[in-house]
């Protein structure tokens, strides 16, 4: 869904990703700031006081923003690189694991939908991953990928509704990971 904007935004995420890299900080560096605010989410979520949801949303919304600066930095400084992107995605699933972890620890949901949001959202990734080893193009394809679910959970926490946040994940998750399942098995069906 954000695919569309994203191709909007590009020229303004590439003036960030400049000025971004003359901080010098290389694009796993970027990267590796993203976990740590996902870390800090996490801890907010986990820690469950006054306004420690608002503190969590905000975090998360910060290790999306920073995720999408290390690939901005990698493509302006021509530093792109397999190693980079395997870094990248693994470090965004560790995140999700992460935060995942706090909301459970927060206690703001049963463990079992926490667990369900986390599953889909790593099964919407992993449908990705395997779709495209075979040859099945699947970027872009499905309603919720990282940046929506991202947004929904972080956007729902600051408002105070980390439970309906987790609900929207899963169920985002869920669509977007059977429209991706439909996808590749009925393009391989073709193709075959």
């Known amino acids: 869904m954000l695919n569309k904007i ?17 901080t010098q900080i290389p694009p796993s560096g970027w ?3 993203s976990l740590v ?14 306004y420690t949801e608002i503190y969590a949303g905000v975090m998360l919304l910060l290790a999306g923003f ?3 600066i290390d690939g901005a930095v990698a493509r302006v400084t021509n530093r792109t690189s397999n190693v980079g992107a395997f870094l990248d995605s693994s470090l965004d699933r560790l995140a999700e694991v992460i935060v995942f972890t706090g909301v459970m620890l927060g206690g703001y949901t049963p463990p079992y939908l926490a667990l369900l949001a986390l599953s889909f959202s790593l099964l919407v990734s ?8 075979l040859g099945v193009k699947v970027f872009g394809v499905g309603l919720g990928e990282r940046a929506e679910r991202i947004i929904a959970l972080a956007a729902l926490s600051i408002l105070g509704f980390v439970y309906l946040g987790v609900i929207a994940v899963l169920a985002l998750a869920l669509l977007t990971y059977a429209q991706r399942f439909i996808h590749v098995v009925n393009t391989l069906k073709r193709s075959s």
């Open 6 to 22: 994203r191709q909007i935004l590009e020229p303004l995420t590439t003036k960030i990703g400049s000025a971004a890299a003359r």
């Open 31 to 33: 990267t590796a700031l």
């Open 37 to 50: 605010a996902a870390l800090a989410s996490a801890y907010f979520y986990g820690i469950r006081g006054s």
């Open 66 to 68: 920073l995720d999408v």
């Open 126 to 133: 992993y449908s990705r991953a395997r779709g495209e080893s």
